[in-house]
């Protein structure tokens, strides 16, 4: 699917919007940021590509569950994107995995030579795109 033509636009909302989030592993985590990255860049809800509703993911149940179902955070941004390209083919708006300082790793979303993640202690923080574990394309 092809970038929305206004993600250019979306995407600093999103970023912000999520900025003032507080972590929460059932309603404010990596994946419904990465979410959201998604819809902002892309359109088109990417929790289809699971066979899964955001009412179904939207909890600590849901968002165990899910994790459960693939193993992963990568593994579930992989089912939804495909396969993670090269970390040099990565451009604004693309998805990266970053680990954390405690060893989580954090799905987060490129932004020129670096990364906004959701982590767990601190809520949204920046690391550098060389941290990254895998990227994903966003749209072509």
Same mark, same amino acid.
């Not at 495909?82 to 995995?97: I, W, Y």
């Not at 982590?119 to 690391?127: E, V």
């Given at each position: ?17 999520? +900025? ?5 592993? #059932?309603?404010?985590?990596?994946? %419904?940021? *990465? &979410?959201?990255?998604? $819809? =902002? ?33 990568? +593994? ?5 994107? #495909?396969?993670?390209?090269?970390? %040099?083919? *990565? &451009?604004?708006?693309? $998805? =990266? ?44």
């Amino acid at each position: 699917m092809a970038r929305h033509a206004e993600w250019e636009l979306r995407l600093p909302g999103v970023i912000e919007t999520w +900025a003032a989030n507080q972590y929460d592993f #059932g309603t404010a985590n990596c994946l %419904l940021f *990465a &979410r959201d990255v998604i $819809l =902002a860049v892309q359109g088109g809800e990417p929790l289809d590509a699971l066979g899964v509703t955001l009412a179904d993911v939207h909890s600590h149940r849901g968002a165990a569950r899910l994790l459960a179902k693939y193993g992963s955070a990568e +593994a579930i941004i992989t089912a939804v994107l #495909g396969d993670p390209v090269a970390r %040099l083919q *990565a &451009r604004r708006g693309d $998805l =990266a995995s970053v680990a954390t300082e405690h060893g989580e790793v954090s799905i987060g979303v490129v932004d020129g030579d670096v990364v906004h993640l959701i982590c767990h202690d601190f809520g949204m923080t920046t690391r550098p795109l060389a941290d990254a574990q895998l990227t994903w394309q966003v749209g072509p």
